[in-house]
């Protein structure tokens, strides 16, 4: 029996796979965890990027509504 590396990739919607020779193995090794972590990095960006959206609007919903006089009535501006 023969061992192979393969390299899964999916392109279109499909999944293919390589079959890589011996002294591909190390380069592509080390390519796909390069490209693992620059995707961890660009994932913990976003992510710090939409708690601080988060933060801000949250911080923006527990201030008080404004409210405005109706007919002698307090009325809220909105009505949700």
Same mark, same amino acid.
């Given at each position: 029996?023969?061992?192979?590396?393969?390299?899964?990739?999916?392109?279109?919607?499909?999944?293919?796979?390589?079959?890589? @020779?011996?002294?591909?193995?190390? @380069?592509?090794?080390?390519?796909?965890?390069?490209?693992?972590?620059?995707?961890?990095?660009?994932?913990?960006?976003?992510?710090?990027?939409?708690?601080?959206?988060?933060?801000? #609007?949250?911080?923006?919903?527990?201030? @008080?509504?404004?409210?405005?006089?109706?007919?002698?009535?307090?009325?809220? #501006? #909105?009505?949700?």
């Amino acid at each position: 029996m023969h061992e192979a590396t393969v390299l899964n990739y999916s392109e279109a919607g499909r999944t293919r796979a390589v079959m890589l @020779p011996a002294e591909a193995v190390g @380069p592509v090794r080390r390519a796909v965890e390069r490209y693992r972590a620059a995707q961890r990095a660009l994932e913990d960006q976003a992510n710090a990027g939409l708690a601080k959206i988060v933060e801000a #609007w949250g911080a923006k919903r527990l201030r @008080p509504r404004p409210t405005r006089m109706v007919s002698g009535a307090r009325a809220s #501006w #909105w009505s949700g």
